[in-house]
């Protein structure tokens, strides 16, 4: 069976670092399952993410060995387009991902740069607004919004490209009580919906959604036993 993601035999190091980050990672993830990986600061868990959506090797440097296959094809042999429409992040500070003067067009900016038509791009803005619970800030600038509104847009602009995979990459840590409770219930719902849910989180009260916890530790992933 093809997985959406599989990750082989996996090393990483960083062009300024003399040591591996990640030293033989392997991992399996099914469609409609919620993983969560958790671990330290600076235990590789953002690498591996930025491995997985191609982050690197596309824009990152170092020395990359081992596999990270999409639907059983190699990252590293994607474009940077094609990869956006299967894996979606959605990252710790909605701010660097955030650009457009309106709701409205930080959603559409993606779909838009697929060349998609005018009514598929609306109805997708509308889709993704409502799933966002956000359709009343249709037209505002996203400066005007708090923290968690400003999280829940970027993680509708990054479903507006429809992708079958979605990484949280600490989105829940900057944001209050109210915030985290929305993405965890969008992030159920799209496991519902058969998507692939990775969740990078370091706070433990945050693990309560996911089918499965592996911890990142020492570059290696491992059964999650309650502690870091």
């Known amino acids: 069976m093809i997985l959406p993601v599989e990750v ?51 824009v990152y440097g170092g020395e990359l060995k081992g596999e990270v296959l999409l639907y059983g094809k190699r990252v590293e042999e994607m474009k940077i387009p094609y990869i956006s429409t299967k894996v979606g992040i959605v990252f710790q500070d909605p701010d660097t991902q955030l650009f457009s003067p309106t709701v409205e067009d930080e959603i ?61 990459d600490e989105s829940m840590s900057q944001i209050d009580q109210v915030g985290k409770n929305m993405i965890k219930k969008i992030a159920v719902d799209l496991k519902k919906a058969g998507k692939t849910i990775i969740m990078i989180e370091h706070d433990l009260n945050d693990l309560g959604i996911a089918d499965r916890v592996l911890v990142l530790k020492g570059g290696k992933l491992k059964k999650f036993n309650g502690t870091l």
Request: hydrophobic share 35%.
């Open 108 to 168: 559409a900016f993606g779909p838009e740069n697929l060349c998609l038509d005018r009514t598929e791009i609306g109805a997708r803005i509308k889709k993704t607004l409502r799933i966002a619970g956000m359709e009343k800030y249709r037209f505002e600038h996203p400066e005007h919004l708090s923290g968690g509104e400003k999280q829940l847009i970027a993680l509708a602009s990054v479903l507006s490209l429809n992708p079958q995979i979605l990484i949280f």
């Open 8 to 58: 082989k035999k996996l090393y990483y190091r960083y062009p300024d670092k003399k040591e591996n980050i990640l030293n033989g990672i392997n991992l399996k993830v099914g469609s409609g399952e919620i993983l969560v990986i958790t671990g330290l600061s600076g235990s590789g868990k953002s690498t591996l993410c930025y491995c997985i959506n191609g982050i690197i090797p596309h």
